[in-house]
């Protein structure tokens, strides 16, 4: 698809405003009003952000590629999704905004992070980890002494019923990712509902929170150990308040 959108592009003029002058920084826990009217070129110029904690190259591989994946689940389409993550990986500016163009996506500030539409108007907003590397980025050495912790088998883990595991969960909110430590045995989504509540500050009376697997509705009974999750993937919690 993005290679027909660019061959129709190529047989035309393709013309935008470029500038320099602005500059973004961005909390990921932050909220920002968006404009929904204009169209500004693309950048990352700005774009700054930090990991809770220090990442390699390869977490933050696994958690762009986790977001792409899930991502279409939500909202929007793929079609516009693929685009967005072509242009976002791509380190040509020009290309970039050929492809976006193609796409007929138009960004209000020229950030995405701030959020796009598509000519539709559905919202799409990437997080600044899918732009730019965190300030605290481990490189090259660092990494290697990293990696020995994250071969250590799955197995063991999955053996130990006391143990508590990590998930990710998916925060349809902020588009932002948690960790959340469970029991995978004993834990359940209702709990699992609980403790997200508890990590993110929200009463449970006053917000419902229901989770999705691969599109599908979780069940508050189910285990968690019975989602069946295989690493690198993340649950996505749709987060709403109770009118």
């Known amino acids: 698809m993005l290679i027909f959108l660019l061959l129709n592009i190529s047989m035309g003029c ?7 002058e602005d500059s973004f920084e961005h909390d990921e826990n932050s909220e920002i009003y968006v404009p929904r009217g204009g169209n500004r070129p693309f950048s990352k110029k700005g774009v700054t952000w930090t990991s809770e904690t220090p990442i390699t190259i ?3 591989k696994k958690k762009r590629d986790a977001f792409w994946e899930t991502a279409p689940s939500y909202e929007g389409y793929k079609v516009i999704w693929d685009a967005l993550r072509h242009a976002c990986e791509s380190n040509d500016t020009e290309y970039a905004q050929l492809i976006l163009n193609a796409a007929k996506i138009t960004i209000p500030t020229g950030n995405l992070v701030d959020g796009c539409y598509d000519e539709l108007g559905n919202r799409y907003a990437i ?7 965190p300030t605290n980025l481990i490189r090259d050495d660092e990494e290697s002494s990293e990696l020995d912790d994250e071969t250590i088998p799955d197995l063991l883990l999955e053996q130990s019923t006391t143990n508590l595991l990590p998930i990710v969960i998916r925060l349809s909110n902020s588009a932002e990712d948690v960790q959340i430590n469970v029991n995978p ?4 989504i209702d709990s699992l509902k609980l403790k997200l509540c508890e990590n993110q500050r929200l009463d449970p009376k006053k917000f419902l929170v229901r989770f999705f697997f691969l599109g599908s509705l979780l069940d508050g009974k189910t285990k968690v150990v019975d989602v069946k999750l295989d690493q690198g993937q993340v649950l996505q919690a749709l987060i709403s308040e109770i009118p």
């Open 127 to 133: 997080p600044a980890y899918c732009l730019v590397d």
């Open 185 to 188: 045995k004993i834990d359940t």
């Open 14 to 20: 393709c013309s935008s405003r470029t500038t320099d």
């Open 58 to 60: 390869r977490q933050l």
